[in-house]
């Protein structure tokens, strides 16, 4: 079983739809959750992070985490045209400085 | 706004030889880091840096691979004699403080074996 599970996607949706991102995860040892957004030919974007369970919100982006059930999700409302990358899902065990991330998914928002 | 900078952006070599790419982190930072991403495949941690040695590494980075931080703002990876499965592109990273949760990344250098 992977460490971390991402659809690669691609995703299209029109603009202004609501984006759910998801990734699973196998080990319960994971503390810190992370989203990233990379465009074509870039390095990653720190979107936002979050600690343990429960959510975190930043303008139009909502982080989930579920310990529960090892996933977590990215909400994007009011989708743009902008937003489209690949978004990539992170996390981190406690004392650990090592990021281990997700496939990433493929957005693509239409206008 | 600050940000990691990376020089070149991209690197071609021949397999066998020696490449150092070259990165300058955010000025007060503390906590360096390279990544490497082969092409369709995951973002891959390879090292973390810290007061002048190596404070985490991955089991990629091996003998090949060495990190130093030459004068107060540049970070460097090596690679002694590069493969062809090298070819990546490689992200330095670099965060203030623990608990390493804000990593910002750098645009890469695309790394080309041949």
């Known amino acids: 079983q992977k460490e971390v599970e991402q659809d690669p996607g691609p995703l299209s949706v029109p603009e202004g739809a609501i984006v759910s991102l998801n990734c699973t995860y196998s080990?319960?040892?994971?503390?810190?959750f992370m989203w990233y957004r990379q465009y074509s030919r870039k390095g990653p974007e720190l979107l936002m992070y979050t600690y343990s369970s429960g959510n975190k919100e930043d303008g139009r982006f909502t982080a989930q985490v579920d310990k529960s059930s090892k996933y977590i999700s990215l909400f994007i409302r009011d989708s743009q045209p902008s937003d489209s990358a690949t978004y990539l899902c992170a996390m981190r065990f406690q004392g650990a400085q090592k990021l281990v991330f997700g496939q990433g998914t493929r957005l693509t928002i239409n206008p | 706004e600050p940000e990691v900078t990376q020089t070149p952006s991209h690197q071609v070599t021949q397999m066998g030889q020696e490449v150092i790419l070259r990165c300058v982190p955010i000025s007060n930072h503390l906590y360096f880091y390279w990544y490497r991403q082969i092409l369709g495949q995951k973002v891959e941690f390879l090292v973390s840096?810290?007061?002048?040695?190596?404070?985490?590494k991955s089991e990629i980075f091996d003998d090949q691979f060495s990190v130093e931080r030459p004068d107060g703002s540049n970070f460097t990876l090596k690679i002694r004699s590069t493969k062809l499965e090298d070819s990546a592109m490689y992200f330095c990273?670099?965060?203030?403080?623990?608990?390493?949760?804000?990593?910002?990344f750098g645009p890469g250098t695309r790394l080309t074996v041949l």
């Open positions: 990273a670099s965060s203030e403080v623990p608990p390493h949760n804000e990593q910002f």
């Open positions: 840096f810290y007061n002048n040695e190596i404070s985490e």
């Open positions: 080990n319960s040892a994971f503390q810190y």
